[in-house]
């Protein structure tokens, strides 16, 4: 088992930065492809950035790419997400996801664990 618990959102404004922590705990972190996904209000859930289990591959959705940039510190059993320029269409719980695999995807059913996620509010 793996347990996922992000932190760092809240209600900031448009343009405004902020970076989300996903800390892993339970079996070990290397070896898992992570990612960050996000469900806005009476919407389905989306990908927005994955990362190897080595960090050198990372994805992002085509609406974040050039804003978001996820990372991870295996070390720390951490992935993170920073998130700069913020629009309200970012708004959103946002959730880490762990993939018993090395390789990054960006598809939702192929991760296994999940945090219960942190909402983020950009405001106009």
């Known amino acids: 088992q793996v347990q996922l618990v992000e932190s760092g959102g809240g209600l900031v404004q448009a343009g405004d930065s902020v970076r989300l922590s996903c800390a892993a705990s339970?079996?070990?972190?290397?070896?898992?492809?992570m990612a960050w996904f996000r469900q806005a209000p009476g919407k389905e859930r989306e990908f927005a950035a994955a990362?190897?289990?080595?960090?050198?591959?990372?994805y992002y959705a085509d609406s974040v790419k050039g804003r978001f940039t996820i990372s991870r510190d295996n070390a720390k059993n951490t992935v993170w997400l920073q998130m700069n320029s913020l629009k309200p269409e970012d708004t959103a719980v946002y959730y880490c996801?762990?993939?018993?695999?090395?390789?990054?995807?960006?598809?939702?059913?192929?991760?296994?664990?999940w945090g219960q996620g942190t909402q983020v509010t950009v405001s106009s």
């Open positions: 990362i190897s289990w080595s960090g050198g591959i990372t």
């Open positions: 996801a762990a993939r018993l695999f090395p390789r990054a995807s960006l598809i939702l059913n192929e991760y296994a664990y």
């Open positions: 339970g079996r070990t972190f290397s070896g898992y492809a």
